[in-house]
């Protein structure tokens, strides 16, 4: 079965540096979304592509977060300087024509 | 707006015993509704959703829901908890009308006793 691929699944990084995640979708998925989840919380979104482009990305803190999926596949997320607000889980999902997103094992990050 | 509330956060109940965990959604339009179980340090996985049709929905695990429009709601039920089902347990909405973005809600946290 295809699943969503994402590493690392843990990342520790002290503040101030630079950090990225990548995402590898389910095969033939145009759209991915990025969302992250604080402890405690749902997911919420972050950013949205179709293809390549970028379908939404109001909730994207643009002054340190960064997300790009240059082919229309796999994407990467980079937050640069990581603040200790940022640790959270950064989950990834794809999905198809049939409306349901898939999720990856997701990224834990913990910033300090 | 869109949004969902679980107004459950955390629900213990015994192992064998009926579960029932609440949703309520706002949504504009016709919505796309989901049911996700989180282990703990995992990704989600889907165990039911409702996109149109028969209002009460099979999904994995021996999960339901029922979708109630007139009350905007959209509960999970199992009829005997198992101890593997403890976990977080999110509803989510979505659509065509937001360019098929979900909305979460918190999340409810089942406890299972033996």
């Known amino acids: 079965e295809a699943e969503v691929a994402q590493s690392p699944r843990y990342k520790i990084t002290e503040k101030s540096q630079a950090v990225a995640f990548w995402c590898d979708p389910i095969?033939?998925?145009?759209?991915l979304y990025w969302y992250r989840q604080i402890l405690g919380q749902g997911p919420e979104l972050l950013v949205q592509?179709?293809?390549?482009?970028?379908?939404?990305d109001s909730q994207l803190p643009k002054d340190r977060f960064s997300a790009e999926r240059l082919k229309g596949v796999d994407s990467t997320l980079k937050i640069q300087p990581a603040e200790l607000g940022d640790s959270a889980m950064y989950l990834c999902a794809s999905s198809s024509q049939d409306r349901e997103q898939y999720f990856g094992p997701g990224t834990r990050l913990t910033v300090t | 707006a869109q949004s969902v509330t679980q107004p459950d956060i955390h629900i213990t109940v015994s192992e064998g015993a009926s579960l029932e965990l609440r949703c309520n959604y706002s949504?504009?339009?016709?919505?796309?509704l989901f049911w996700y179980v989180q282990s703990p340090g995992q990704g989600l996985q889907l165990l039911l959703k409702y996109f149109s049709g028969d209002t009460l929905v099979q999904g994995i695990k021996g999960f339901e829901a029922e979708f109630k429009r007139s009350q905007s709601s959209f509960n999970l039920r199992k009829p005997s908890v198992h101890w593997s089902d403890a976990a977080e347990y999110f509803c989510a909405v979505g659509g065509m009308d937001t360019g098929n973005q979900f909305y979460f809600g918190t999340g409810t946290s089942l406890t299972v006793i033996p």
């Open positions: 592509f179709q293809d390549e482009s970028v379908v939404d």
């Open positions: 095969s033939g998925h145009a759209t």
């Open positions: 949504y504009g339009a016709t919505p796309y």
